[in-house]
């Protein structure tokens, strides 16, 4: 059995009932891949996740639920991000317009414009995104 403490924590939007109803999508099957900011990893320091990787899923509680493994990376603009991918996030958009709005919000958001250190923070068309699938590979907890 594979513990957190070997992995990297895996996270989802912040914690609270967005994160919680992403990772319920991810434990239903429904939520098979997601989309980043390649900024907000340039500001945090992080590394872009690569094929193979594994990583711990973390509830809101900081409680690992699942490892998942990353099945394929790409770094897009926002204005590449396709249908199949919009589908694939699981948060029932029906439109890739649905799912850049929803984003927008997000991205637009005044914790994600913190964490990035500009409160002016926009996206547009040529704004790079890290796009992300991935696999349960193992239930925990």
């Known amino acids: 059995m594979t513990t957190y403490g070997d992995l990297p924590p895996y996270l989802l939007g912040f914690p609270g009932p967005l994160r919680d109803r992403l990772v319920a999508a991810v434990l239903s099957g429904a939520k098979t891949a997601t989309t980043g900011l390649l900024p907000a990893y340039e500001a945090e320091g992080e590394p872009l996740p690569s094929q193979g990787r594994r990583s711990a899923l973390l509830d809101s509680a900081d409680r690992p639920v699942a490892v998942l493994e990353v099945t394929e990376v790409r770094v897009v603009r926002l204005a590449e991000v396709d249908l199949r991918h919009a589908l694939d996030e699981g948060e029932g958009y029906a439109s890739v317009a649905e799912w850049r709005s929803s984003h927008e919000r997000f991205w637009h958001s005044a ?25 349960i590979v193992e239930r925990l907890g």
């Not at 926009?122 to 704004?127: E, G, N, Q, S, Y």
């Open 111 to 135: 914790p994600l414009r913190e964490a990035l250190g500009d409160p002016e923070f926009k996206v547009d068309d040529d704004t790079l995104v890290v796009t992300e699938r991935f696999r």
